[in-house]
């Protein structure tokens, strides 16, 4: 069908983006079919005839329109900058790989170690309250002085993500942030200058959607697959009953990962779901880096204390910031730009430089206070 006309990066696009697609699914048709550009070159009925499959990825017209969209993609991570890494090369991560429905093809821009030797990922409600992010920075930060090599992986959703992200870049950390989307555009967008941080600070941002690829509801959940699969051990700092965080920790589980939750008090809302896992013995509990270290065994080195800068040097406009936040205690981003007279784009970057400080704490609802 498509007479081979293609670069062997469009057929191995066009290929995992067929519907449906995961490491199993592409191992099990290229021991039928042979490689992938065979699956293109032939039409329908030799495809039905030899795979006996009646999906939709068999049609001509469909598989046509997978590799029309392949060219372009291929045109966008070149001009970008994007690193796509198919299931067979040698550089997709190993833990990845060991999930049956892996994606066949994944899309990083940044760099960061997934094959270190201590990836965790932190995960937990939209909602979050201080408790839950400042058991983020207090565990990412005690994490990093024991483990250099540790990552800490999330899904930059609002809440315990972004705060296990922002406690990463605080405590120089690299991070990876996995998308429900393509990499050509930030979701949530209010969360653009952390993806930039992350890159930045030797970080990753990790999709397996393609830039043209719509975003659905079930992205979102799909999305966690790999947020569970790429670490050793998934964390769930607070969850309510439901929710994404529980979803995780059951693919965690299902992956053979170590699931840990941090309890809460009885009754609290965005503990429920923590507190659930635990008492049904689907997670230990977690109270900070010495139960996590042993329960998954690793010795880490004990460094000294570090000095820590008590009066960081501040830039002008973090100063003018700073004072705006001081004042008032607890603020709204909207607020904070309107009294500063500051468009909200450039007043962002800012923000976020002073969490890396550890100068402020980014609450939920686009709320900051002070340390």
């Known amino acids: 069908m498509s007479d081979g006309q293609y670069s062997p990066m469009t057929y191995r696009i066009a290929f995992a983006s067929l519907q449906g697609m995961g490491v199993d699914l592409a191992r099990k048709l290229l021991d039928v079919v042979g490689s992938e550009q065979r699956f293109f070159d032939m039409n329908e009925k030799e495809l039905r005839q030899l795979t006996r499959g009646r999906s939709k990825i068999y049609r001509d017209d469909y598989r046509g329109e997978c590799l029309r969209r392949a060219v372009l993609e291929e045109a966008f991570i070149g001009e970008h900058g994007i690193t796509a890494t198919y299931f067979t090369d040698d550089s997709y991560p190993h833990r990845l790989l060991e999930a049956p429905d892996a994606p066949a093809m994944i899309y990083t821009l940044g760099k960061s170690d997934l094959e270190g030797a201590h990836v965790v990922s932190v995960v937990g409600t939209r909602h979050a309250t201080q408790y839950g992010i400042r058991f983020c920075d207090t565990l990412i930060g005690d994490l990093a002085q024991r ?38 555009k930030i979701y949530p967008a209010t969360h653009r200058n952390d993806a930039v941080a992350i890159i930045k600070h030797d970080g990753l941002l990790l999709t397996d959607y393609t830039s043209q690829d719509e975003v659905q509801k079930s992205n979102f959940l799909a999305r966690n697959r790999i947020v569970a699969a790429l670490s050793d051990c998934t964390v769930i700092v607070e969850s309510a009953g439901s929710g994404g965080a529980l979803v995780t920790a059951s693919l965690a589980m299902s992956y053979n990962r170590d699931v840990m939750a941090v309890p809460g008090r ?98 939920p609802g686009c709320r900051y206070t002070m340390i």
């Open 147 to 184: 483990l250099p090599d540790l990552v800490v992986v999330s899904g930059l959703a609002y809440g315990i993500d972004i705060a296990a992200h922002r406690a990463a870049l605080k405590h120089g950390v690299p991070t990876v942030a996995v998308l429900p989307r393509g990499l050509n």
């Open 266 to 363: 009885c009754g609290d809302e965005f503990s429920t779901g923590c507190n659930k896992l635990i008492a049904t013995n689907k997670a230990a509990l977690i109270t900070g880096a010495d139960d996590l270290m042993a329960a998954m065994r690793w010795e880490g080195t004990n460094l000294a204390p570090q000095q820590l800068d008590i009066f960081p040097k501040l830039t002008k406009e973090e100063q003018a910031v700073v004072d705006v936040i001081r004042n008032h205690g607890e603020i709204h981003l909207n607020a904070l730009a309107d009294t500063l007279q500051t468009p909200v784009y450039k007043l962002m970057s800012v923000l976020v430089e002073l969490d890396c400080k550890n100068v402020i704490v980014t609450l």
